[in-house]
């Protein structure tokens, strides 16, 4: 069962309008970058540097995640084509036991979803959902709760979750960050044993 990727509702806003009035003010979503060991999403202002026992998912393995053709792949092309999409991964990392992982999808909220939705209103919305989403994949949750937590220099929502899948304990923090028309949803995850704070100061603000 896959418990790395992100802890987002099942309800997606419709993608007909890609940016809010306020992001359209602002400079406009750009992807993040992986420069060796460190990863930086300039337009939500955060990075993170990880050792040599983390492996970063590649180019090609992004683009076959978020469901891109090799042609699609130059950057216009793909930050247009990103832009528009209604999620993606924006960046995934694993440590070479794979007992702890990192995920950052961002979502589009869209114009009307995304002037009126804030970072505690999307926990509280994910929260309600999120039970039954990971039961149909197999996961067990035993807590699933609010919490503010610090990230990169700020503080912002997240949901502190404890699961099983197949008799292994689940440890997950997932933190949102919005601006404009999108939400950042960094998931950290760690397996048997719980050092998902630990995961938390491993990124920095930019």
Not at 10 to 28: F, I, K, L, T
Not at 52 to 58: C, L, N
Not at 73 to 93: G, H, K, T, V, W
Request: charged share 20%; aromatic share 8%; with cysteine.
């Amino acid at each position: 069962d896959d418990v790395s990727g992100s802890l987002v509702p099942d309800s997606q806003p419709s993608q007909e309008s890609s940016a809010s009035a306020e992001e359209s003010e602002d400079e406009a979503l750009s992807i993040g970058q992986v420069n060796g060991g460190r990863y930086e999403n300039k337009y939500f202002g955060f990075g993170c540097s990880l050792d040599s026992t983390w492996t970063y998912a590649s180019q090609e393995q992004l683009q076959a995640q978020n469901g891109l053709t090799a042609e699609m792949f130059d950057d216009e092309a793909l930050q247009e084509q990103l832009r528009n999409s209604n999620m993606f991964y924006d960046m995934m990392a694993a440590t070479s036991d794979l007992s702890l992982n990192i995920n950052v999808v961002v979502q589009n909220m869209g114009q009307l979803y995304g002037s009126i939705l804030s970072e505690d209103t999307i926990v509280q919305q994910t929260i309600k959902s999120l039970p039954d989403q990971l039961a149909a994949s197999g996961m067990s949750v035993t807590s699933c709760k609010a919490a503010d937590v610090e990230f990169a220099g700020a503080t912002h929502k997240a949901i502190r979750l404890t699961s099983t899948v197949q008799d292994t304990q689940v440890y997950q923090i997932c933190v949102f960050i919005k601006r404009g028309g999108y939400i950042a949803n960094i998931t950290l995850t760690s397996f048997i044993d719980n050092t998902t704070d630990t995961l938390l100061k491993l990124f920095y603000g930019v």
